[in-house]
């Protein structure tokens, strides 16, 4: 079965740091990339962060670049986001996607997985 699983979300002071890791299970790791996104209460999922499959080039949503980083281990078929000088507005649940893009050559469809998320709330 399929799985990815976050962990190291809570209750951080603002400033300060947090790493999220996401593990993931059931499926060929090396060969999606990774994407973080997250949803605060009551509104809406905003893209945080991706990883291409061979960790190469990561991407930053503008509101999270600078203060966090995105890496992957694909021998520990694991992708983190390390989070630092963190905001109040980036409370939130925090959830970890998966992706393998398809190809209309080959007739493969696009794969997208995602996990149940884990929370982060930055609060005094």
């Known amino acids: 079965e399929v799985q990815l699983v976050e962990s190291g979300g809570g209750l951080v002071q603002p400033g300060g740091s947090l790493r999220l890791s996401c593990a993931a299970s059931?499926?060929?790791?090396?060969?999606?990339?990774m994407r973080w996104v997250r949803q605060a209460p009551g509104k809406g999922p905003e893209w945080v962060s991706a990883i291409t499959f061979g960790g190469d080039s990561t991407y930053y949503a503008d509101s999270v670049k600078g203060r966090f980083t995105i890496s992957r281990d694909n021998a520990k078929n694991t992708v983190y986001l390390q989070m630092n000088s963190l905001k109040p507005e980036d409370t939130a649940v925090y959830y970890c996607g998966a992706r393998r893009y398809g190809s209309s050559c080959s007739m493969e469809p696009r794969v997208d997985y995602w996990g149940k998320g884990t929370l982060v709330t930055v609060s005094s």
């Open positions: 059931g499926f060929t790791f090396r060969s999606y990339d």
